[in-house]
């Protein structure tokens, strides 16, 4: 093909590779060379690019070389090739077989056709026709490729070209079936980043807070003596010796014990990953491992319960018997419930896959095209597999219970769950790093197969052990991007990186099955880390929409209805031009954000210009224009970080106190300022020295903007005091109204109409310095004391009974019941005057007026939707303290067997209180489901003396 | 707003609001809001409302009102309870469903259900009902512990009251609600003026003439008084020919392209006339109208396009099947894996893209063959009006603004006499002529809309709420069957009615509400959804690149219309592994220029290739070499040879149904024409530049010259865009927000005028971001999307909380915020900068404010700092609190059957039903 024999010549190749950098500035115009994704950079990937006349000068090649990368060498060659394009019909050109690609140049259209395709991603190549065969483009060959298409090359039966490529292809596709290395190892790039030290397990467990008081980190298996297919570190309970761990070792499958996932930072509860147990058909029990899985119970303090999730369907598990296989029995893990996920084990995946790829290649069939997707159920195996995370992580995050997580072998279904729940658990692995720890710890290091799942450099392309489990991962993840657009920080380009690069065998990360085999072929030293390319492009990975600020902390939970999953055809359908993406948004706001910065850029340095003439100028006028310009910088921040979504609010129609407060100082400061500035223009006429008054000036409104900020801290240092008072003054009933800010008084009529508003939410959205109007904000604090205005002879009782007036409630993750809403006793002949009771932090608590001995009594009626038991604690928090230090006085727990159920659990007791004791109920159990109309759950408190 | 909702609120409730809601039946505070002029009609108490999509053994217990205008359903959880300003919509609250709304009532039992019909009335004790709604809602009441008695006075109210006999038993006549402030930025076309000014805004005035034969409605009972219709045709010859078409409607002028061809519709003739000479006469009138007197293309719609029974049964299937949630939460997990065939099977896609694609067919007529279309139907008010309205937004940017696409449907729809009374089923007699194509055409705005997410001013809640809006009967635009019955109505009631039914009745007069008056529905930051900040940078860089005469060779927007793989561009695929998508913009044209070898595909690389090159590559696989440039007076050697009655050549039969793309067999020349799309985008050779000139201020966006052919390339319409500082749409309290400025001329473009030292500060014309004068919407079915945010958001199962699209709406709207405010303050340091330079002693204007602002996410939850607030996926109406007992009262009773042990051993692959505690979104 080429005028030059390429193949031994290295040198060349190198040159052109120098100038990669360059070319890939100008990579439109096709006549320039353009080499490999992955070497270059791309950062102007959303942005036009400028056309740069960048092309190759070397005189000595008649045709564009074939771009190489370092390390590739041409194999083979052959002219006057067809390319039968299964979209613009056949292409005429030169052909090109390296050791790393095939390379197809069309020779008879300008700009030339290119087709550039690594050979890793060959899964297999046939012949087409024989010598016999008759018409056009009928013999050649044909490339069946696993990113989902194939790829079909017509040659000349004269000049007997196909048999040399055929042998060459089938020699550098399947290296490792000849005997020869993958490409990876001959890839020598140098990155800025080292993507090998990426990750760190032990690093990565001490993110996690580990080793801590129920965990600790081991190196038993250095040597991979225990388990071949874990890593080296593992995180185990504290409590399990190393010698009990080999013996549960031996009980679960190829020795893959339970051993640490992810530990929730707050709750404890955890999430473990194995294999399955070796029961077999007779039902054999292993009393460590039964007391092993009663550990990781025992490491969560919050729950009695352990979740074991098995992956697997039911008839699948129990199948598995006969292998030896099982599942654990309830009887003999006795605090353990037993889950089947129902996800479909390798070859069911890797059948729907082949139906995925009739439908999307080479046509897509129009009509029925929904239909066509939901025939191939792989968005059902989707949704299978989302659902079992959410499960997994409502367990984790809901109900504080530990879950442990296996399937067969646990390397392919278990990593899918294990890796998903985390990342919807834990908001760094959403992030562009954390999800390369992600995929090194629950995918590499756990030993998922990608040798053979994938099957590299392997021409046993039926081989049984070939499955997308983990391109069914990364779909997971893109519809669970696609629901939270904002919450990740890598784009869809990230992840189709990172299938691409999964069979390209250009990078060591994704080549051989378990860590002891990487360790063994020195993959770190030999091969480049694909996280080293991504790390050092990340402009291009890097997700615009991505909020950290607002979306970032929660968990999230997507919905898995094929009604919101779809087809990726970003990526399935790639190859096909009649399916087009969508208008990416994503890249709009990236041009959004881009043009941004620069109009920031631009305007300080309008500004600082416009400073400096100032400080040249003379005139008075420019100097009125600078004080003006500094007040309106002072007054209104324009813009601020995009995170908070706090930019100055131009509806004023709610303020609040505070902010009203700080604007009237804002405006007494300006106007300050202003008149500042006018006498400065007054002393500026008058005298020469204006320039040094212009430093003067910009000091002080520094100074003053410090002020501002000083008095801003004053005023919520004074509102903090005032609910105090209103504490002291509770008794006070009409006084009570106001005692604070000017600005009240007008809101003081409307405030007994509006309701009562508590004084905590009230101070929480002061803070918060809106400009609106807060219409119900409110300083009726002693929501009772209207009662007992008008009566002095009664006999007074100090007495309260609160209730709730809806159906159910959930608490959240504090488990304290809130909103509770006093119930009166009618007050039919003024005989008997309830005394003031205050409700205080979400009306959760009650603020005891006075010291004395008080009768408690509560019920908490809680919905029994699990064999769970309903407990709640009474609890006292004295005045100043802080809630840990709060004290049990009471509690109460009941329990039932029957499902569907109402627990009822009541208590009384009798206490002394301090004045300012805070009393509160408070759920040990999280978010449970408490029926809370009249009279099923109450909380009363009567002082006796 | 709604975020301090006094749930704790004794001072005004007293003591007894807190007894348990069975205890007392007449409960003073559990009253319905009612508007001026409703009156309550039947009302029981102590009636639970389910959740939808639930399992329904719980409810929450209230009183439930049915009035003339809508049932209300009223207990201490809903938000009467609070602050009536907190309801997002003024008219309608939550637990509110308009009468109109009710498509059908079900009786159920247990697992059995049976309808209930209009007009019927049961006698039976009936425990629980189910309200199926034309808005897909489904409301279940059960009436168990409801008072005896009581449910039978209420079910019968209902059924008696949804399905009025007559129009005149409409609230609309009996609310008396004060009329609508007048919407003044956008046109009604109920006169003549409006109608005038659009065919000059088109630039129709040499073949086109505003009519008024129609005074008093005398021609046609259905057409408006002013209509358009061809200079030449004299009144009497209108008149006279309009006896042979149905429903005395001749062809009417609908729009007109810059190159003179317009969309004509007209009615068949009627069946019994045998002789075609009226209609011809017609035609050839249209025919010369047109500058180069082409035969115009006659498209009949009653043959190529479903009928109007077939979309009412798909809209039902796809209600019943997969969008309403009449389910219970079992069965509804249960079908969810067949969702997607199911919708297949509904139909509702393909004739979604059906729409679409024949609107993409009328554009390539216009635009391509610079021929004008007919669009022929019975009567020419239904789906003519899809089609027409479709081909206008894909091809005029002005409909694409909020008033615009007002003002169109106010000219396609409501004037020019779709039976909306009919369509809609307002009246029970006319129950079985419904045909939901209004939500047909919304539905395709839509996926027009979600392919340009750029392009348009209104965002999708915009596009929700005005579905939300069509069965309000407050407002009288989507009551009508023709602006006759609407003029009757607000003026002669009497008259009318003796006139319609002889019967005797009070006289109503109607007082006319418009439904464009959103500041009667909604709150001002609501209103403010309704913008799509993405368009104001979309009218930025048409106005900058206009001004600025950029060049067509910087402008790259392809890149996104086409995938980034065709393998024949694959030259930058960079080893094959990773997508590089800038690169493919520049490759496009020479990509096409290679296939087709037509050296004048270089010169369309503005706009024109965006076009062309999608469906130029649409084409590609059947039909690789066949396209070429396309031939302009295709469409008239087809004279004459049009078999049948007429000489006039029409397109009928089913075009769409096997083939992708491919047009009808007979029709070779157009079908050439559609695989070979190629749009030199109106090109100065296409109209005389005396037009362009004059058009210059008032439509036309001149791209400046090509470098090699010189020749220039111009977009229609961009004008009405407006350039930087005086993009008006402001949203301040108690002023209405939708404004859009037409008037403001280009030089008013500050920092153009004075460009920086470098040239130009804001990079508008570097940006990669499109600007369509055209849009070249995909219209295969694999195009085709659900829009989830209409039809599922009754499903709380399915939203998204915290996800979807709401968090991006909102970052791009801060994102724009930041943009437009940096612009003025960077506009306030050139003012200084050149007063400086001046050594102006005048003082300067600065106003350190942007002109224009998007709701943010601290506008729209006052109160409540971001991260408390978990926005729902479906609707940014709709918020979800930390507290779920506020907003979402129902949506407590759901008890999660994730944690109910009970379920996990047969869920199977059904998926968690999960209904988060929202405490557990957010971290304190």
Redesign the interface.
């Known amino acids: 093909m080429e005028g030059r024999n390429h193949s031994s010549d290295s040198l060349a190749s190198n040159s052109s590779n120098s100038k990669l950098g360059r070319d890939s500035a100008s990579?439109?115009?096709?006549s320039a060379v353009?080499?490999?994704?992955?070497s270059?950079s791309?950062s102007?990937?959303?942005?036009?690019?400028f056309?740069s006349k960048v092309t190759i000068k070397e005189p000595s090649i008649v045709d564009s070389p074939t771009p190489l990368?370092t390390g590739e060498k041409i194999q083979g060659a052959a002219r006057d090739v067809t390319y039968l394009?299964?979209?613009?019909?056949p292409?005429r050109g030169a052909l090109t077989v390296t050791n790393?690609?095939i390379y197809f140049r069309s020779s008879d259209?300008?700009?030339?056709?290119?087709?550039?395709?690594?050979l890793g991603?060959v899964s297999r190549i046939e012949k087409m026709g024989g010598a016999s065969s008759r018409g056009e483009n009928s013999y050649g060959i044909e490339l069946i490729c696993k990113d989902l298409r194939n790829l079909r090359f017509a040659h000349k039966q004269e000049n007997h070209s196909r048999r040399n490529v055929f042998e060459k292809l089938q020699q550098h596709a399947f290296p490792l079936s000849h005997r020869m290395g993958l490409f990876a190892f001959e890839f020598k790039e140098e990155y800025p980043e080292n993507g090998w030290t990426m990750y760190e397990p032990v690093a990565e467990l001490k993110r996690q807070g580990l080793p801590n008081e129920s965990w600790r980190i081991t190196k038993l298996n250095e040597n991979y003596d225990i388990c071949d297919s874990y890593p080296a570190v593992w995180a185990v309970p504290a409590a399990a010796t190393d010698e009990e761990l080999r013996y549960v070792a031996s009980f679960r499958s190829r020795g893959r014990l339970p051993v640490l996932s992810w530990i929730h930072p707050e709750s404890q509860a955890t999430i473990t990953r194995c294999s399955q147990p070796l029961v077999g058909v007779s039902g054999k029990r292993s009393r460590d491992d039964e007391r092993y899985v009663q550990l990781i119970l025992d490491a969560n303090a919050q729950s009695h319960k352990l979740f074991i999730m098995d992956a697997r369907p039911s008839v699948n598990a129990v199948a598995n018997k006969a292998k030896g296989g099982g599942y654990e029995s309830e009887d003999a893990y006795q605090n353990a419930?037993l889950?089947f996920m129902?996800i479909h084990n390798i070859h069911v995946m890797r059948e729907s896959l082949r139906k995925i790829k009739e439908i999307c290649f080479p046509?897509?069939d129009?009509?029925?095209?929904?239909?066509a997707?939901?025939?191939t159920h792989w968005?059902?195996h989707i949704?299978?597999i989302?659902?079992g995370a959410?499960?997994i992580v409502?367990k984790v995050?809901?109900?504080r219970t530990s879950v442990m997580v296996h399937c067969s072998d646990g390397w392919d279904r278990t990593a899918q769950l294990t890796a998903i729940a985390l990342l919807l658990l834990d908001p760094y692995y959403r992030t562009l790093r954390g999800f390369q720890v992600i995929i090194e710890k629950e995918w590499l290091s756990f030993g998922h197969k990608f040798a053979q799942r994938i099957g590299h450099g392997d021409d046993r392309h039926s081989d049984a052990d070939r499955s997308p489990v983990f391109l069914q991962f990364i779909d997971c993840v893109w519809q669970v991007t696609r629901?939270?657009?904002?919450?990740f920080e890598f784009n869809e380009?990230f992840l189709?990186?990172i299938l691409?690069?999964l069979?390209?065998c250009?990078f060591g990360t994704f080549l051989f099955n378990t860590e002891q085999q990487r360790m063994k072929e020195d993959v770190k030293q030999q091969t480049v880390s694909l996280w080293s390319f991504i790390n050092s492009h990340t402009d291009e990975f890097i997700n615009p929409?991505y909020?950290a600020?607002?979306?970032e902390?929660?968990?999230?939970?997507?919905?898995?209805?094929?009604?919101?999953l779809r087809l990726w055809?970003n990526y399935y359908?790639?190859?096909?031009?009649?399916?087009?993406?969508?208008?990416?948004?994503a890249?709009?706001?990236r041009?959004?954000?881009s043009?941004?910065s620069?109009?920031?850029r631009?305007?300080q340095e309008?500004?600082k210009?416009?400073d400096a003439?100032?400080a040249r100028?003379t005139?008075a006028?420019?100097q009125s224009?600078e004080g003006?310009?500094t007040a309106?910088r002072v007054s209104?921040p324009?813009?601020r970080t995009?995170g908070?979504?706090?930019?100055g609010?131009?509806?004023?129609?709610?303020f609040n106190t505070s902010t009203i407060s700080t604007h009237l100082l804002t405006a007494s400061l300006l106007s300050l300022l202003f008149m500042f500035a006018i006498g400065l223009t007054f002393f500026g006429i008058q005298s020469s020295r204006l320039s040094q008054k212009q430093a003067e000036l910009t000091n002080l409104s520094l100074a003053i903007i410090q002020i501002q900020t000083e008095v801003q801290m004053e005023l919520k240092e004074l509102k903090n005091l005032r609910e105090e008072m209103n504490i002291a003054l509770y008794s006070n009933a009409d006084s009570s109204g106001d005692n604070g800010d000017i600005i009240n008084n007008r809101e003081k009529r409307s405030d007994?109409?509006?309701?009562?508003?508590?004084n905590n939410?009230r101070s929480k959205?002061s803070k918060?310095s809106?400009r609106?109007r807060?219409?119900?904000?409110t300083t009726?604090n002693d929501?009772?004391s209207?009662h007992s205005s008008n009566t002095k002879h009664a006999p007074k009782v100090t007495a309260v009974h609160l209730?709730r007036?809806?159906?159910?409630?959930?608490?959240?993750?504090?488990g304290i019941i809130n909103?509770w809403?006093?119930?009166?006793w009618?007050p039919a002949n003024n005989s008997l005057v309830v005394e003031n009771l205050k409700?205080e932090d979400n009306?959760s608590s009650l603020v005891i007026p006075s010291t004395g001995l008080y009768l408690i009594y509560a019920q908490v009626l809680c919905?029994a939707?699990?064999?769970d038991n309903n407990s709640y604690e009474v609890r006292v928090i004295s005045q100043g303290a802080t809630s840990s230090q709060s004290k049990i006085i009471a509690q109460c727990s009941a329990g039932t067997t029957i499902?569907?159920n109402d627990i009822t659990c009541y208590t009384s007791v009798a206490q002394m209180l301090q004045v300012n004791d805070r009393v509160y109920l408070q759920q040990i159990q999280k978010?449970r489901?408490l029926l809370m109309?009249?009279?099923r759950s109450f909380l009363g408190i009567v002082k006796l003396i | 707003m709604s975020s301090f909702k006094t749930y704790v609120d004794i001072t005004e409730h007293g003591s007894e609001d807190y007894e348990w809601v069975i205890n007392d039946e007449d409960h003073p505070k559990l009253e319905p809001r009612l508007l001026p002029g409703e009156v309550v009609v039947a009302s029981a108490s102590n009636v639970l409302k389910f959740a939808s999509v639930s399992n329904r053994k719980h409810g929450i217990s209230g009183c439930l009102y049915v009035t003339n205008f809508k049932i209300a359903f009223v207990s201490t959880t809903s938000n009467y309870a609070g602050n009536p300003k907190d309801e997002r919509n003024k008219l309608l609250s939550q637990n509110e469903v308009c009468l109109a709304n009710i498509d059908q009532i079900y009786q159920v039992n247990g697992e059995r259900r049976k309808k209930l019909l209009p007009g019927t009335s049961i006698i039976t004790n009936v425990k629980t009902i189910q309200i199926v709604c034309k808005d897909f809602s489904v409301h279940s009441y059960s009436f168990k512990f409801c008072p005896v008695g009581f449910h039978k006075t209420v079910i019968n109210a209902i059924l008696h009251h949804s399905f009025p006999k007559r129009i005149e038993l409409l609230f609309c006549f009996e609310c008396t609600l004060p009329p609508t402030q007048t919407v003044h930025e956008m046109q009604f076309f109920t006169n003549g003026h409006d109608w005038e000014s659009e065919v000059e805004r088109c630039h129709c005035n040499e073949g086109w003439r505003v009519c008024s034969a129609n005074e008093n409605y005398q021609l046609s009972a259905s057409l408006p008084q002013a209509f358009v219709v061809p200079r030449s045709l004299s009144d009497n010859q209108i008149l006279k020919a309009s006896k042979h078409f149905m429903g005395n409607r001749p062809p009417v002028w609908c729009w007109g392209h810059i190159n003179k061809c317009v969309i004509v519709r007209m009615a068949v003739l009627h069946t019994f006339i045998t002789d075609t000479q009226q209609e011809s006469i017609m035609l050839e009138h249209v025919r010369k109208s047109h500058p180069n007197l082409r035969e115009p293309l006659i498209l009949e719609l009653d043959k190529s396009m479903p009928t109007l029974a077939e979309i009412h049964a798909s809209w039902c299937k796809l209600r019943d099947s997969s969008c309403c949630p009449l389910d219970n939460i079992q069965k509804f997990w249960e079908n969810d894996s067949r969702s997607l065939s199911l919708i297949n099977g509904s139909r509702w896609p393909h004739h979604v893209m059906i729409c679409l694609r024949m609107a993409n067919r009328v554009v390539e007529a216009i635009s391509q063959h610079q021929v004008s279309v007919v669009l022929q139907e019975t009567e020419s008010r239904d789906l003519s009006a899809v089609i027409s309205s479709l081909a206008q937004l894909i091809m005029d940017p002005h409909f694409r603004t909020i008033n615009g696409f007002q003002s169109l449907v106010q000219k396609e729809w409501v004037t020019l006499g779709h039976a909306f009374t009919k369509r809609f089923g307002r009246i029970s007699e006319y129950e079985n002529q419904q045909s939901p194509l209004f939500q047909l055409f919304l539905d395709c705005v839509w996926q027009m809309q979600h392919q340009f997410p750029m392009s348009f001013e209104f965002s999708e809640t915009y596009l929700t709420s005005l579905w939300d809006s069509l069965h309000n009967t407050v407002f009288d635009t989507f009551s009508f069957d023709s602006d006759r019955i609407r003029h009757l109505t607000s003026t002669q009631p009497q008259q009318q009615q003796q006139q319609q039914d002889g019967e005797q009745g009070s006289p109503v007069a109607l007082i006319s509400r418009s439904v464009w008056d959103w500041s009667s529905q909604f709150h001002d930051v609501d209103i403010g959804l309704f913008l799509n900040p993405l368009f104001s940078i979309t009218c930025r860089v048409a106005a900058y690149r206009q001004r600025k005469g950029i060049p067509a060779a910087n402008y790259h927007n392809v890149n996104n219309l086409v995938p980034r793989w065709i393998p024949g561009l694959s030259s930058h695929n960079d080893g094959g592994s990773r997508p590089r998508r800038n690169s493919i913009s520049g490759s496009i044209s020479a990509l096409r220029a290679t296939e087709y070898g037509a050296a004048e595909n270089k010169k369309t690389d503005t706009l024109g290739r965006s076009w062309g090159s999608r469906f130029g590559l649409a084409a590609l696989p059947e039909h690789g070499n066949s396209v070429g440039t396309l031939s302009r007076a295709s469409s008239n050697e087809g004279a004459g040879s049009g078999g049948g009655s007429s000489r006039w050549k029409r397109i009928r039969g089913a075009l769409f149904h096997s083939h992708g793309r491919s047009f009808s067999p007979h029709q070779q020349k157009i079908s050439s024409i559609e695989e070979g799309m190629e749009m030199p985008l109106m090109s100065s050779s296409h109209h005389d530049t005396s037009a362009v000139t004059y058009r210059a201020s008032r439509g036309i966006v001149d791209l400046g010259q090509h470098p090699q052919t010189q020749q220039r390339w111009t977009v229609y319409g961009a004008a009405v865009y407006d350039p930087i500082p005086s993009y008006p749409i402001k949203l301040e309290p108690n002023k209405k927000p939708l404004k859009l400025d037409l008037g403001k001329e280009w030089e008013e473009f500050k920092p153009g005028k004075d460009p920086g030292p470098d040239g130009g500060d804001i990079p508008y014309h570097e940006l990669d971001w499109p600007v369509y004068s055209m849009l070249p919407v995909a219209d295969s079915f694999v195009d085709f999307r659900l829009w989830s945010q209409c039809y599922l958001r009754w499903i709380p199962v399915l939203d998204v909380r915290g996800g979807g699209h709401p968090p991006v709406y909102f970052h791009q709207c801060a994102l724009v915020n930041d943009i437009l405010s940096l612009e003025s303050q960077l506009d306030k340091l050139h003012q200084c900068q050149l007063q400086h330079d001046l050594s102006n002693n005048g003082e300067a204007d600065i106003s350190s404010s942007p002109s224009q602002r998007f709701v943010t996410m601290s506008d729209h939850s006052p109160g409540q700092p971001g991260s408390q607030v978990t926005l729902s996926s479906f609707h940014p109406f709709v918020q979800q609190q930390n507290d779920s007992a506020l907003s979402f009262g129902e949506w407590e009773i759901v008890p999660s059957p994730v944690i109910s042990g009970s379920t996990f051993r047969s869920t199977g692959n059904r998926a968690v039903e999960a209904e988060f505690d929202s405490d557990s979104f957010v971290t304190d």
Not at chain 1, 821 to 824: A, G, I, K, S, V
């Open positions: 990579s439109s115009r096709g353009k080499s490999l994704s992955s270059t791309a102007n990937e959303y942005f036009p690019d056309d990368l394009c299964p979209f613009i019909g292409v790393y690609k259209r300008e700009p030339p056709f290119i087709l550039d395709v690594p991603v419930e889950v129902d046509t897509v129009d009509v029925h095209w929904l239909s997707i939901e025939s968005l059902e949704k299978c989302l659902s959410v499960r409502d995050e809901n109900h629901q939270f657009p904002s919450a380009h189709i990186t691409d690069h069979y390209s250009l929409l909020c600020a607002y979306v902390q929660h968990v999230l939970f997507p919905v898995a209805s094929l009604r919101q055809t359908c790639r190859w096909n031009p009649r399916v087009r993406p969508q208008e990416p948004i890249a709009r706001s041009v959004l954000v043009l941004r620069h109009l920031q631009r305007v309008l500004q210009e416009l003439r100032l100028g005139t006028v420019s224009n003006r310009s309106a209104s324009i813009y995009i908070d979504y706090e930019i609010a131009k509806w004023q129609w709610k007994y109409n509006k309701g009562s508003q508590n939410q959205t918060k809106k609106k807060d219409e119900n904000s009726n929501v009772l209207k209730e007036n809806v159906d159910f409630v959930t608490t959240g993750s504090s909103r809403h006093p119930q009166y009618a409700l009306n919905y939707a699990t064999k499902l569907d978010n489901h109309s009249m009279g």
